[in-house]
């Protein structure tokens, strides 16, 4: 969603969506992990459907929205407009309209003139009246507004309504495809528990509705570039909404009015804040769910008896030479996941379920009281900047959990003996500079690659023979919306650094791509 677009919405709270997970904790203050797996499948769902979505009211928008798209079509194109007259000084040849006031400027600016004759004065330039077409009217403003209002509902519920028909495309398994993890199909098939059933309730509003959304977006889209939404959108946006002359004579800008005026009636636009307050520390009760979750169905054997308290969680797992610690602490008031790797040596990663208005000082905050290799700032939010995407409403958040798993187990290794993927032998070969490991089973690759600009060295991952074709051609073309989506997914999670649209490496140092697989 464009921030221009997102600018001084009401924020909700989303206290109320992570407060189960609390209350959860509070009703089970000693859990076995084996208590707690089975928890997951018939008493919390770490993956659902938004419940505050009212697909009949969304429709009843959609509808008055279609209702009104043929008069702001038609007034994008043809508004009413003010002649506003502006002097200029111009050359002889552009002048169209000479008056009084032309000959007398003329008289006096002996510098605009070209020549002087036996048969008079020849001037070079002449000062004339140019009449220019003012779109900013009152009435134009509220049609910038009411465009604005729509875009904003609109790309708001795409991105909600398309996600829920990516997730469950997701949930169709594949069991041949040797591209995921071993357990990926084993924790799907526990968070499709209790998800079918609510969206086969809502698949066809879905479907319906983002076929009106999409067509909105893209009638509205292609007619920002006229002059009057310009114009308008620089000037600073009405308080209150009145019914002039011209919204009740004419039927085009009456049928704005009408939608502007339902719009505020019905407070639709209060549920599309792309920064909501959040609750800390239920979410963080969430977030620390998401990690067990994630690191169990990650190859990560957790003692089935250990006895887990969210409130002060301390989780032991082991996967071949590697072991995994699992922490929740508070730092103030700050709830902090620690995810420590060990093999030949420790890395650490940090995830800071903060705020986003306070990132600055909580980074601090924590840097002071807990060490890492590195700080990862978490939120539910998808428009959240620099922040991991962990929310109840996103099935792949416990796969990037796993992601920055892989990247630890990576960094912890000196030896890369074995694959952090599937446990298999690797085999190193010779390739671009220092060479690469390989793993014959998954087809994981690991390279060492050198930051030019620094000096300093990092890793990369890659998955040999992947054919990206076949993965794009997993969406349709109502996806447009899902292409974020796609370009994290490409690589399965496997890949441990940012990638930019091409699936090259992003260097985590200086940013920049260099050459690597």
Request: proline share 3%; hydrophobic share 40%.
């Amino acid at each position: 969603m464009d921030n221009e677009v997102t600018r001084g919405v009401k924020s909700k709270p989303y206290v109320s969506e992570y407060e189960p997970f609390a209350r959860f904790a509070i009703n089970h203050p000693q859990l076995t992990v084996a208590q707690f797996d089975q928890s997951v499948i018939d008493q919390i769902n770490l993956f659902s459907l938004r419940e505050d979505l009212d697909y009949e009211k969304i429709e009843k928008t959609l509808e008055r929205i279609m209702q009104a798209l043929p008069a702001i079509k038609h007034l994008l194109a043809k508004p009413i407009i003010r002649l506003k007259d502006a002097d200029a000084i111009l050359p002889v040849e552009s002048v169209r309209i000479v008056n009084n006031r032309t000959i007398v400027h003329a008289s006096v600016h002996s510098e605009l003139w070209k020549n002087v004759t036996v048969d008079g004065l020849q001037p070079q330039r002449l000062l004339t009246v140019q009449h220019e077409d003012n779109y900013v009217i009152y009435e134009n403003i509220c049609l910038v507004k009411a465009v604005d209002s729509i875009l904003r509902y609109v790309r708001y519920h795409i991105r909600l309504l398309a996600g829920i028909l990516y997730s469950d495309r997701e949930l169709q398994f594949n069991f041949l495809d040797r591209l995921y993890h071993s357990s990926y199909f084993l924790a799907l098939g526990k968070l499709h528990v209790g998800y079918t059933k609510e969206f086969d309730r809502c698949r066809q509003s879905v479907e319906h509705c983002l076929e009106r959304l999409f067509y909105i977006e893209r009638i509205l889209k292609a007619r920002l570039n006229c002059p009057v939404y310009k114009q308008c959108k620089q000037v600073k946006t009405i308080k209150s909404l009145k019914k002039t002359n011209i919204f009740r004579s004419d039927k085009e800008y009456h049928r704005v009015y009408l939608l502007l005026k339902w719009f505020d009636e019905t407070g639709v636009e209060e549920n599309t804040s792309p920064f909501p307050e959040l609750g800390l520390e239920p979410y963080g009760i969430f977030c620390c769910m998401l990690s067990i979750f994630a690191a169990y169905h990650f190859n990560f054997k957790l003692d089935a008896q250990a006895v887990i308290d969210f409130n002060k969680t301390h989780v032991e797992g082991v996967f071949g030479a590697w072991s995994l610690y699992i922490q929740k602490t508070m730092v103030a008031d700050i709830p902090v996941i620690r995810l420590s790797v060990h093999k030949n040596s420790q890395y650490t990663v940090l995830l800071i379920a903060g705020r986003e208005q306070e990132k600055a000082r909580q980074l601090n905050l924590v840097k002071e009281t807990l060490s890492a290799n590195e700080y990862l700032f978490v939120s539910p939010n998808e428009e959240a900047n620099d922040q991991l995407l962990l929310s109840v409403y996103d099935m792949e958040s416990f796969r990037r959990i796993q992601q920055i798993l892989l990247r630890a187990m990576i960094y912890s290794d000196t030896e890369k003996n074995l694959c952090p993927f599937c446990a298999n032998k690797l085999h190193y070969k010779e390739g671009k500079a220092n060479g690469y490991w390989e793993c014959s089973i998954c087809r994981l690759q690991i390279s060492k690659e050198l930051c030019f600009q620094t000096k300093e060295t990092y890793f990369a991952t890659g998955i040999n023979n992947l054919s990206l074709s076949e993965k794009r051609a997993h969406f349709h073309r109502k996806d447009i919306f899902l292409d974020k989506k796609w370009e994290e997914a490409r690589f399965y999670f496997r890949n441990i650094t940012d990638l930019d649209g091409e699936g090259k490496v992003i260097c985590p140092i200086c940013r920049k791509v260099h050459d690597s697989f």
